[in-house]
Protein backbone atom coordinates (compact mmCIF):
# COMPACT_ATOMS: atom_id res chain seq x y z
CA UNK A 1 0.00 0.00 0.00
CA UNK A 2 1.43 3.13 -1.15
CA UNK A 3 0.95 6.50 0.70
CA UNK A 4 -0.45 9.25 -2.19
CA UNK A 5 -0.53 12.31 0.16
CA UNK A 6 -1.40 12.01 4.17
CA UNK A 7 -1.16 13.68 7.34
CA UNK A 8 0.85 12.84 10.34
CA UNK A 9 -0.35 14.33 13.49
CA UNK A 10 0.44 13.11 16.60
CA UNK A 11 -1.28 9.82 17.73
CA UNK A 12 -2.38 9.43 14.69
CA UNK A 13 -2.17 9.57 10.31
CA UNK A 14 -4.46 9.81 7.35
CA UNK A 15 -3.58 8.56 4.32
CA UNK A 16 -5.03 9.24 0.40
CA UNK A 17 -4.62 5.37 -1.74
CA UNK A 18 -5.94 4.30 -5.31
CA UNK A 19 -8.67 2.03 -3.11
CA UNK A 20 -9.83 4.19 -0.13
CA UNK A 21 -9.19 6.53 2.35
CA UNK A 22 -7.47 4.91 5.43
CA UNK A 23 -6.46 6.42 9.26
CA UNK A 24 -4.03 4.82 11.37
CA UNK A 25 -3.82 4.94 15.06
CA UNK A 26 -0.94 4.35 17.03
CA UNK A 27 -0.60 2.86 20.04
CA UNK A 28 -0.31 5.70 23.16
CA UNK A 29 2.00 6.10 25.22
CA UNK A 30 0.07 6.37 28.33
CA UNK A 31 -3.89 7.45 28.75
CA UNK A 32 -3.33 11.20 28.41
CA UNK A 33 -1.72 10.74 25.07
CA UNK A 34 -4.75 8.88 23.64
CA UNK A 35 -6.48 10.38 20.29
CA UNK A 36 -9.72 11.91 21.16
CA UNK A 37 -12.33 10.67 18.66
CA UNK A 38 -14.40 14.07 18.50
CA UNK A 39 -11.09 15.58 17.40
CA UNK A 40 -10.30 13.48 15.32
CA UNK A 41 -14.12 13.40 13.61
CA UNK A 42 -13.47 17.67 13.67
CA UNK A 43 -10.32 16.93 11.22
CA UNK A 44 -11.75 14.66 9.11
CA UNK A 45 -14.17 16.88 8.58
CA UNK A 46 -11.77 20.06 8.49
CA UNK A 47 -10.51 18.06 5.66
CA UNK A 48 -13.35 17.51 3.90
CA UNK A 49 -13.36 13.86 3.76
CA UNK A 50 -16.60 12.64 2.16
CA UNK A 51 -18.58 9.66 2.88
CA UNK A 52 -16.19 8.36 5.83
CA UNK A 53 -17.32 5.81 8.15
CA UNK A 54 -17.95 6.56 11.73
CA UNK A 55 -18.00 3.14 13.22
CA UNK A 56 -14.50 2.47 11.69
CA UNK A 57 -13.12 5.47 13.12
CA UNK A 58 -14.34 4.41 16.51
CA UNK A 59 -12.88 0.97 15.87
CA UNK A 60 -9.60 2.00 14.92
CA UNK A 61 -9.41 4.84 17.79
CA UNK A 62 -10.58 1.95 20.47
CA UNK A 63 -8.05 -0.50 19.15
CA UNK A 64 -5.13 2.09 18.33
CA UNK A 65 -2.91 -0.94 17.18
CA UNK A 66 -0.93 0.77 14.30
CA UNK A 67 -2.93 -0.80 11.30
CA UNK A 68 -4.36 0.90 8.70
CA UNK A 69 -8.54 0.91 8.54
CA UNK A 70 -10.59 1.93 5.40
CA UNK A 71 -12.96 5.06 6.50
CA UNK A 72 -14.10 6.29 3.30
CA UNK A 73 -14.24 5.26 -0.46
CA UNK A 74 -10.83 6.77 -3.07
CA UNK A 75 -11.02 10.43 -3.41
CA UNK A 76 -8.59 13.46 -3.92
CA UNK A 77 -7.18 15.54 -1.12
CA UNK A 78 -8.77 18.46 -0.62
CA UNK A 79 -6.84 22.13 -0.87
CA UNK A 80 -6.71 23.31 2.61
CA UNK A 81 -5.17 26.71 3.12
CA UNK A 82 -2.93 27.32 5.94
CA UNK A 83 -5.17 28.72 9.12
CA UNK A 84 -3.76 31.43 11.60
CA UNK A 85 -5.11 30.87 14.88
CA UNK A 86 -4.03 34.23 17.01
CA UNK A 87 -4.01 34.40 20.70
CA UNK A 88 -3.63 37.00 22.89
CA UNK A 89 -2.17 36.99 26.70
CA UNK A 90 -4.96 37.70 29.43
CA UNK A 91 -3.20 41.18 30.19
CA UNK A 92 -3.26 42.11 26.57
CA UNK A 93 0.01 42.35 26.31
CA UNK A 94 1.44 39.74 23.73
CA UNK A 95 -0.20 38.33 21.23
CA UNK A 96 0.95 34.60 19.65
CA UNK A 97 0.24 33.22 16.16
CA UNK A 98 -0.34 29.18 15.70
CA UNK A 99 0.02 28.05 12.46
CA UNK A 100 -1.95 24.86 10.89
CA UNK A 101 -0.20 22.85 8.18
CA UNK A 102 -1.57 23.58 4.57
CA UNK A 103 -3.60 20.69 2.68
CA UNK A 104 -3.29 19.40 -0.24
CA UNK A 105 -2.75 22.44 -2.53
CA UNK A 106 -3.61 24.69 0.29
CA UNK A 107 -1.54 28.42 0.26
CA UNK A 108 0.99 29.05 3.40
CA UNK A 109 0.78 31.64 5.37
CA UNK A 110 1.08 35.43 4.33
CA UNK A 111 1.70 38.66 5.75
CA UNK A 112 -1.19 40.14 4.68
CA UNK A 113 -3.29 36.67 6.30
CA UNK A 114 -1.28 37.35 9.62
CA UNK A 115 -1.76 40.83 9.94
CA UNK A 116 -5.45 41.04 8.69
CA UNK A 117 -6.03 37.74 11.83
CA UNK A 118 -3.86 39.81 14.16
CA UNK A 119 -6.88 43.35 13.40
CA UNK A 120 -9.40 40.66 13.73
CA UNK A 121 -8.42 39.59 17.40
CA UNK A 122 -8.05 43.58 18.45
CA UNK A 123 -4.56 43.52 18.00
CA UNK A 124 -3.49 47.22 16.95
CA UNK A 125 -0.34 47.94 18.59
CA UNK A 126 3.12 46.22 19.10
CA UNK A 127 3.00 44.11 15.79
CA UNK A 128 6.62 43.32 15.06
CA UNK A 129 6.86 42.97 11.15
CA UNK A 130 10.48 41.46 11.45
CA UNK A 131 9.23 38.20 13.33
CA UNK A 132 6.08 38.00 10.82
CA UNK A 133 8.12 37.99 7.85
CA UNK A 134 10.71 35.90 9.44
CA UNK A 135 7.91 33.36 10.24
CA UNK A 136 5.84 33.64 6.69
CA UNK A 137 9.33 32.79 5.34
CA UNK A 138 10.40 29.81 7.56
CA UNK A 139 6.91 28.51 8.66
CA UNK A 140 6.63 27.32 11.91
CA UNK A 141 3.78 24.94 12.12
CA UNK A 142 1.46 23.53 15.08
CA UNK A 143 3.41 26.38 17.79
CA UNK A 144 2.24 29.54 19.35
CA UNK A 145 4.84 32.27 18.45
CA UNK A 146 5.24 35.63 19.29
CA UNK A 147 4.49 38.38 17.05
CA UNK A 148 2.98 40.99 19.42
CA UNK A 149 4.28 42.45 22.22
CA UNK A 150 2.84 46.26 24.14
CA UNK A 151 4.70 48.45 26.06
CA UNK A 152 4.74 48.08 29.75
CA UNK A 153 4.29 51.33 31.55
CA UNK A 154 7.72 52.16 33.49
CA UNK A 155 7.08 54.19 36.78
CA UNK A 156 8.54 57.03 37.93
CA UNK A 157 11.61 57.61 40.78
CA UNK A 158 10.85 59.25 44.10
CA UNK A 159 13.10 62.47 44.54
CA UNK A 160 15.48 62.22 47.19
CA UNK A 161 17.90 64.34 49.01
CA UNK A 162 21.53 65.09 48.27
CA UNK A 163 23.35 65.68 51.85
CA UNK A 164 26.25 67.51 51.56
CA UNK A 165 27.43 67.18 54.69
CA UNK A 166 28.18 64.14 57.03
CA UNK A 167 25.15 62.80 58.53
CA UNK A 168 26.71 60.40 60.04
CA UNK A 169 29.97 60.88 61.88
CA UNK A 170 32.01 57.78 62.44
CA UNK A 171 34.31 57.36 65.84
CA UNK A 172 37.53 56.80 64.42
CA UNK A 173 40.97 57.60 65.53
CA UNK A 174 43.65 59.58 63.37
CA UNK A 175 46.81 57.31 61.50
CA UNK A 176 49.74 59.50 61.83
CA UNK A 177 52.61 59.34 59.14
CA UNK A 178 54.84 57.10 61.26
CA UNK A 179 51.67 54.87 61.48
CA UNK A 180 51.05 54.98 64.69
CA UNK A 181 46.96 55.75 66.30
CA UNK A 182 45.93 58.90 68.14
CA UNK A 183 43.17 57.85 69.81
CA UNK A 184 42.64 61.49 71.01
CA UNK A 185 41.57 63.05 67.77
CA UNK A 186 38.48 61.39 66.79
CA UNK A 187 36.70 63.48 64.42
CA UNK A 188 33.15 63.52 65.81
CA UNK A 189 32.27 66.83 65.62
CA UNK A 190 30.92 67.82 62.04
CA UNK A 191 31.42 72.03 62.46
CA UNK A 192 29.05 73.83 60.00
CA UNK A 193 29.86 77.47 58.79
CA UNK A 194 27.06 80.38 58.56
CA UNK A 195 25.78 80.33 55.08
CA UNK A 196 26.90 76.73 53.91
CA UNK A 197 25.01 74.40 51.86
CA UNK A 198 24.18 71.71 53.69
CA UNK A 199 21.83 69.24 51.14
CA UNK A 200 20.13 69.58 47.98
CA UNK A 201 17.19 67.84 46.53
CA UNK A 202 17.28 65.61 43.52
CA UNK A 203 14.11 66.03 41.46
CA UNK A 204 11.82 63.11 40.75
CA UNK A 205 11.79 61.47 37.69
CA UNK A 206 8.39 60.71 35.68
CA UNK A 207 6.69 58.01 34.80
CA UNK A 208 6.53 56.63 31.05
CA UNK A 209 2.84 55.55 29.93
CA UNK A 210 2.63 52.46 28.19
CA UNK A 211 0.40 50.95 25.81
CA UNK A 212 -0.96 47.23 25.30
CA UNK A 213 -1.41 45.51 22.05
CA UNK A 214 -5.16 46.45 22.00
CA UNK A 215 -4.02 50.41 21.74
CA UNK A 216 -5.06 50.75 25.78
CA UNK A 217 -2.53 53.54 27.26
CA UNK A 218 -1.44 52.26 30.27
CA UNK A 219 -0.62 54.69 33.05
CA UNK A 220 2.58 54.72 35.19
CA UNK A 221 3.19 56.09 38.50
CA UNK A 222 5.06 59.77 38.51
CA UNK A 223 7.95 59.74 41.30
CA UNK A 224 7.22 62.11 44.59
CA UNK A 225 9.48 64.72 45.52
CA UNK A 226 11.19 64.72 47.80
CA UNK A 227 11.61 66.80 51.19
CA UNK A 228 14.31 68.84 52.58
CA UNK A 229 15.31 67.94 56.27
CA UNK A 230 14.65 71.11 57.97
CA UNK A 231 15.80 71.28 61.78
CA UNK A 232 16.58 74.05 63.56
CA UNK A 233 18.72 77.18 62.66
CA UNK A 234 18.78 75.97 58.92
CA UNK A 235 16.92 77.84 56.24
CA UNK A 236 15.62 76.74 52.75
CA UNK A 237 16.86 78.60 49.19
CA UNK A 238 13.95 80.95 47.79
CA UNK A 239 13.61 77.91 44.75
CA UNK A 240 12.80 75.50 47.93
CA UNK A 241 15.66 73.33 46.21
CA UNK A 242 18.39 73.77 48.89
CA UNK A 243 19.04 74.14 52.51
CA UNK A 244 21.56 76.06 54.09
CA UNK A 245 22.97 76.67 57.56
CA UNK A 246 21.45 79.88 59.26
CA UNK A 247 24.43 80.21 62.16
CA UNK A 248 28.27 78.64 62.77
CA UNK A 249 27.93 75.65 64.94
CA UNK A 250 27.68 71.66 64.92
CA UNK A 251 25.83 69.93 62.76
CA UNK A 252 22.99 67.21 64.33
CA UNK A 253 21.33 65.16 62.22
CA UNK A 254 18.29 63.71 63.97
CA UNK A 255 14.65 62.29 63.52
CA UNK A 256 15.55 62.62 59.96
CA UNK A 257 16.40 66.37 60.20
CA UNK A 258 19.18 68.61 59.85
CA UNK A 259 19.95 71.04 62.19
CA UNK A 260 22.48 73.29 63.54
CA UNK A 261 23.72 74.07 67.25
CA UNK A 262 25.91 76.81 68.45
CA UNK A 263 26.84 75.02 71.30
CA UNK A 264 28.15 71.27 71.33
CA UNK A 265 27.66 70.08 74.93
CA UNK A 266 30.01 67.24 76.56
CA UNK A 267 27.44 65.73 78.99
CA UNK A 268 30.12 63.82 80.54
CA UNK A 269 34.04 63.89 80.66
CA UNK A 270 36.14 65.19 77.93
CA UNK A 271 37.91 61.85 77.40
CA UNK A 272 38.99 58.76 75.41
CA UNK A 273 34.99 58.33 74.44
CA UNK A 274 35.21 61.91 73.18
CA UNK A 275 38.79 62.39 72.09
CA UNK A 276 39.94 65.96 71.16
CA UNK A 277 37.10 68.83 69.95
CA UNK A 278 37.54 71.64 68.09
CA UNK A 279 33.99 73.31 67.58
CA UNK A 280 33.14 76.26 65.56
CA UNK A 281 30.79 77.61 67.97
CA UNK A 282 30.38 77.40 71.75
CA UNK A 283 31.93 73.92 74.26
CA UNK A 284 29.85 73.36 77.28
CA UNK A 285 31.45 69.96 79.06
CA UNK A 286 29.32 68.97 82.29
CA UNK A 287 32.12 67.52 83.44
CA UNK A 288 35.88 67.14 83.56
CA UNK A 289 38.70 68.03 80.86
CA UNK A 290 41.42 65.09 81.41
CA UNK A 291 45.35 65.64 80.95
CA UNK A 292 46.49 65.46 77.35
CA UNK A 293 42.88 66.44 75.84
CA UNK A 294 42.29 69.50 74.02
CA UNK A 295 39.09 71.33 73.75
CA UNK A 296 39.33 74.36 70.42
CA UNK A 297 36.23 76.72 70.24
CA UNK A 298 35.77 79.27 67.92
CA UNK A 299 33.39 80.73 70.52
CA UNK A 300 33.11 80.17 74.61
CA UNK A 301 34.40 77.12 76.19
CA UNK A 302 32.48 76.53 79.77
CA UNK A 303 33.63 73.68 81.92
CA UNK A 304 31.87 72.23 84.83
CA UNK A 305 34.28 70.09 86.36
CA UNK A 306 37.91 70.20 87.31
CA UNK A 307 40.71 71.17 84.04
CA UNK A 308 43.52 68.69 84.26
CA UNK A 309 47.04 68.79 82.14
CA UNK A 310 44.91 69.95 79.07
CA UNK A 311 44.59 72.21 76.59
CA UNK A 312 41.57 75.10 75.87
CA UNK A 313 41.81 77.12 73.27
CA UNK A 314 39.04 79.61 72.48
CA UNK A 315 38.03 82.44 70.28
CA UNK A 316 35.58 83.87 72.83
CA UNK A 317 35.89 83.06 77.10
CA UNK A 318 37.15 80.54 78.37
CA UNK A 319 34.75 79.49 81.88
CA UNK A 320 36.01 77.10 84.38
CA UNK A 321 33.45 76.70 87.28
CA UNK A 322 35.86 75.03 89.19
CA UNK A 323 39.47 74.88 88.21
CA UNK A 324 42.55 73.46 86.83
CA UNK A 325 45.99 71.81 87.82
CA UNK A 326 47.95 72.07 84.93
CA UNK A 327 50.86 70.26 86.15
CA UNK A 328 52.99 72.37 83.98
CA UNK A 329 51.14 71.16 81.09
CA UNK A 330 48.20 73.08 80.94
CA UNK A 331 47.44 75.43 78.64
CA UNK A 332 44.26 78.23 78.75
CA UNK A 333 43.93 80.53 75.56
CA UNK A 334 41.11 83.31 75.20
CA UNK A 335 40.46 85.84 73.00
CA UNK A 336 38.00 87.02 74.87
CA UNK A 337 38.07 86.81 78.98
CA UNK A 338 38.93 84.08 81.23
CA UNK A 339 37.24 83.03 84.67
CA UNK A 340 37.84 80.51 87.11
CA UNK A 341 37.84 79.91 91.37
CA UNK A 342 41.57 78.70 90.37
CA UNK A 343 44.50 77.94 88.41
CA UNK A 344 47.73 76.24 89.00
CA UNK A 345 50.78 75.27 87.33
CA UNK A 346 49.39 76.17 83.71
CA UNK A 347 50.19 79.16 80.84
CA UNK A 348 47.04 80.98 80.80
CA UNK A 349 46.48 83.65 78.21
CA UNK A 350 43.25 86.02 77.78
CA UNK A 351 43.31 89.66 75.51
CA UNK A 352 40.60 90.43 77.66
CA UNK A 353 40.22 89.85 81.64
CA UNK A 354 41.17 87.47 83.72
CA UNK A 355 39.33 87.08 86.68
CA UNK A 356 39.90 83.83 89.50
CA UNK A 357 40.14 83.64 93.25
CA UNK A 358 44.15 81.96 92.98
CA UNK A 359 46.13 81.80 90.20
CA UNK A 360 49.43 79.89 91.89
CA UNK A 361 52.59 79.19 89.88
CA UNK A 362 51.31 80.64 86.25
CA UNK A 363 52.85 82.03 82.81
CA UNK A 364 49.99 84.74 82.78
CA UNK A 365 49.10 86.98 79.98
CA UNK A 366 46.47 89.59 80.56
CA UNK A 367 45.51 92.27 77.95
CA UNK A 368 43.70 94.27 79.98
CA UNK A 369 42.90 93.74 84.11
CA UNK A 370 43.81 90.80 86.12
CA UNK A 371 41.47 90.30 89.58
CA UNK A 372 41.89 87.89 91.72
CA UNK A 373 39.02 88.24 94.45
CA UNK A 374 36.90 85.79 96.54
CA UNK A 375 37.96 83.82 99.64
CA UNK A 376 41.75 83.82 98.65
CA UNK A 377 42.38 86.41 96.11
CA UNK A 378 46.04 85.32 95.34
CA UNK A 379 48.46 85.47 93.03
CA UNK A 380 51.75 83.50 93.79
CA UNK A 381 54.72 81.88 91.91
CA UNK A 382 55.58 82.16 88.11
CA UNK A 383 54.78 86.00 86.21
CA UNK A 384 52.00 87.71 85.29
CA UNK A 385 52.18 90.44 82.31
CA UNK A 386 48.99 92.67 82.48
CA UNK A 387 48.05 95.42 79.97
CA UNK A 388 46.01 97.85 82.25
CA UNK A 389 45.15 96.53 86.16
CA UNK A 390 46.40 94.14 88.92
CA UNK A 391 44.01 93.49 91.81
CA UNK A 392 44.82 91.43 94.00
CA UNK A 393 44.45 90.46 98.01
CA UNK A 394 47.68 88.95 98.29
CA UNK A 395 50.61 89.31 96.11
CA UNK A 396 53.73 86.69 96.54
CA UNK A 397 53.60 84.54 99.75
CA UNK A 398 54.89 84.70 103.35
CA UNK A 399 57.60 81.84 101.99
CA UNK A 400 59.03 84.45 99.82
CA UNK A 401 57.75 82.82 96.74
CA UNK A 402 59.23 84.33 93.20
CA UNK A 403 56.55 86.08 91.96
CA UNK A 404 56.91 88.77 89.14
CA UNK A 405 54.19 90.89 87.88
CA UNK A 406 54.13 93.16 84.84
CA UNK A 407 51.82 95.44 84.46
CA UNK A 408 51.15 98.75 81.81
CA UNK A 409 51.53 96.93 78.83
CA UNK A 410 49.92 94.85 76.64
CA UNK A 411 51.66 91.38 77.00
CA UNK A 412 51.19 90.65 73.32
CA UNK A 413 52.52 94.36 72.07
CA UNK A 414 55.60 93.61 74.12
CA UNK A 415 55.64 89.87 72.22
CA UNK A 416 55.16 91.42 68.62
CA UNK A 417 57.61 93.86 69.19
CA UNK A 418 59.82 90.98 70.30
CA UNK A 419 59.08 89.48 66.95
CA UNK A 420 59.56 92.80 65.13
CA UNK A 421 62.90 93.50 66.62
CA UNK A 422 64.10 89.89 65.93
CA UNK A 423 63.24 89.93 62.27
CA UNK A 424 64.39 93.55 61.18
CA UNK A 425 67.86 92.18 60.61
CA UNK A 426 67.20 89.99 57.73
CA UNK A 427 65.36 92.37 55.96
CA UNK A 428 68.00 94.55 56.24
CA UNK A 429 70.16 92.32 55.31
CA UNK A 430 68.08 91.06 52.13
CA UNK A 431 67.85 94.78 51.08
CA UNK A 432 71.75 95.56 51.56
CA UNK A 433 72.14 92.25 49.52
CA UNK A 434 69.46 93.45 46.66
CA UNK A 435 70.89 96.73 46.44
CA UNK A 436 74.71 95.65 45.95
CA UNK A 437 73.24 93.27 43.10
CA UNK A 438 71.38 95.83 41.57
CA UNK A 439 74.69 98.37 41.49
CA UNK A 440 76.94 95.69 40.26
CA UNK A 441 74.80 95.18 37.44
CA UNK A 442 74.12 98.73 36.68
CA UNK A 443 78.28 98.71 36.62
CA UNK A 444 78.81 96.17 34.07
CA UNK A 445 75.93 97.53 31.36
CA UNK A 446 77.89 100.55 31.67
CA UNK A 447 81.02 98.35 30.06
CA UNK A 448 78.72 95.88 27.96
CA UNK A 449 75.26 95.16 27.24
CA UNK A 450 73.74 92.76 30.03
CA UNK A 451 72.65 88.93 28.86
CA UNK A 452 69.86 88.02 28.79
CA UNK A 453 70.50 85.74 32.39
CA UNK A 454 72.00 89.31 34.24
CA UNK A 455 69.22 91.17 32.53
CA UNK A 456 66.60 88.76 34.76
CA UNK A 457 69.22 88.57 37.65
CA UNK A 458 68.60 92.28 37.75
CA UNK A 459 65.06 92.36 37.07
CA UNK A 460 64.99 90.14 40.18
CA UNK A 461 66.68 91.80 42.64
CA UNK A 462 65.19 94.91 41.80
CA UNK A 463 61.99 93.49 42.97
CA UNK A 464 63.59 92.27 45.66
CA UNK A 465 65.18 95.92 47.16
CA UNK A 466 61.55 97.16 46.39
CA UNK A 467 59.85 94.47 48.52
CA UNK A 468 62.42 94.92 51.73
CA UNK A 469 62.32 98.42 51.21
CA UNK A 470 58.56 98.30 51.70
CA UNK A 471 59.34 96.05 54.64
CA UNK A 472 61.84 97.81 56.18
CA UNK A 473 59.25 100.85 56.39
CA UNK A 474 56.50 98.45 57.58
CA UNK A 475 58.30 97.37 60.22
CA UNK A 476 59.80 100.58 61.36
CA UNK A 477 56.91 101.81 61.28
CA UNK A 478 55.45 99.29 63.79
CA UNK A 479 58.17 99.57 66.16
CA UNK A 480 58.29 103.41 66.49
CA UNK A 481 54.26 102.79 67.08
CA UNK A 482 54.95 100.22 69.86
CA UNK A 483 57.30 101.86 71.59
CA UNK A 484 55.65 104.90 71.52
CA UNK A 485 52.72 102.87 73.32
CA UNK A 486 55.27 101.51 76.02
CA UNK A 487 56.58 104.90 76.89
CA UNK A 488 53.17 106.06 77.90
CA UNK A 489 52.30 103.06 79.61
CA UNK A 490 53.50 104.04 83.09
CA UNK A 491 49.53 104.24 84.50
CA UNK A 492 49.15 100.83 84.91
CA UNK A 493 48.87 99.88 88.54
CA UNK A 494 48.37 97.20 90.97
CA UNK A 495 45.94 97.17 94.00
CA UNK A 496 46.90 95.18 96.59
CA UNK A 497 43.42 94.75 98.88
CA UNK A 498 45.56 92.48 101.92
CA UNK A 499 49.81 92.02 101.53
CA UNK A 500 52.12 92.14 99.04
CA UNK A 501 55.26 90.02 100.18
CA UNK A 502 58.95 90.05 99.69
CA UNK A 503 59.78 88.14 96.39
CA UNK A 504 57.56 89.96 94.18
CA UNK A 505 59.17 92.02 91.34
CA UNK A 506 57.22 94.30 89.85
CA UNK A 507 57.63 96.29 86.50
CA UNK A 508 55.30 99.51 85.35
CA UNK A 509 56.66 100.63 81.96
CA UNK A 510 59.57 100.69 81.67
CA UNK A 511 60.40 101.16 85.93
CA UNK A 512 60.91 97.94 88.25
CA UNK A 513 61.01 97.39 91.71
CA UNK A 514 61.65 94.48 94.09
CA UNK A 515 59.47 94.27 97.26
CA UNK A 516 61.74 93.72 100.16
CA UNK A 517 59.19 93.86 102.83
CA UNK A 518 55.50 93.23 103.55
CA UNK A 519 53.31 96.10 102.24
CA UNK A 520 49.11 95.98 103.20
CA UNK A 521 46.05 97.75 101.56
CA UNK A 522 48.02 99.65 98.86
CA UNK A 523 48.55 101.15 95.32
CA UNK A 524 51.52 100.35 93.10
CA UNK A 525 52.26 102.94 90.38
CA UNK A 526 54.81 104.37 88.53
CA UNK A 527 56.11 108.11 88.72
CA UNK A 528 57.14 107.97 85.19
CA UNK A 529 60.36 107.17 86.34
CA UNK A 530 60.30 104.82 89.39
CA UNK A 531 57.19 102.67 91.16
CA UNK A 532 55.43 104.34 94.16
CA UNK A 533 53.76 102.33 97.07
CA UNK A 534 50.63 104.78 97.78
CA UNK A 535 47.38 103.95 99.58
CA UNK A 536 44.56 102.27 98.19
Known sequence: MSVKKGLNTEGYKLTYEKDGVYLTVYRPADFLSRVNELDLIKQINKKKIKNYNAAAISEAVRRSDGIPVKIAEAQEEADIDCEIEVIVTEDKMQAYVKLSLPQGNGSPPTVEAIVQALYSKGVVFGMSEEKIRELVENPVYGQQVLVAEGVPPVNGQNGSVRYLVDINKEKKPTILEDGTVNYKDLDLIENITKGQKLAELIPPVPGKNGKNIVGQELKAIDGKPAVLPRGRNVAISEDGQELYAEIDGQLMFTDGKISVFATHEVKDNVDHSTGNIRFIGNVSVRGNVLAGFEIEAGGNIEVGGVVEGAILKAGGNIILRRGMHGNNKGILQAGGDIVAKYIESSKVEARGNINAEAIMHCDVKCGNKLVLGGRKGLLVGGIARVGNLVEVKTLGSQMSTATVVEVGI?????????????????????????????????????????????????????????????????????????????????????????????????????????IKEEAQYCTLYSDGADIRIGPL
Open 410 to 514: DPNLRERLKVLKGELPEIEEGYVKANQAINLLNKMAKVQPLTMEKREILAKSTRAKFFYERKLREYREEIKEIEEILQRSANGRIRVLNSIYPGVKVAIGKSMLY
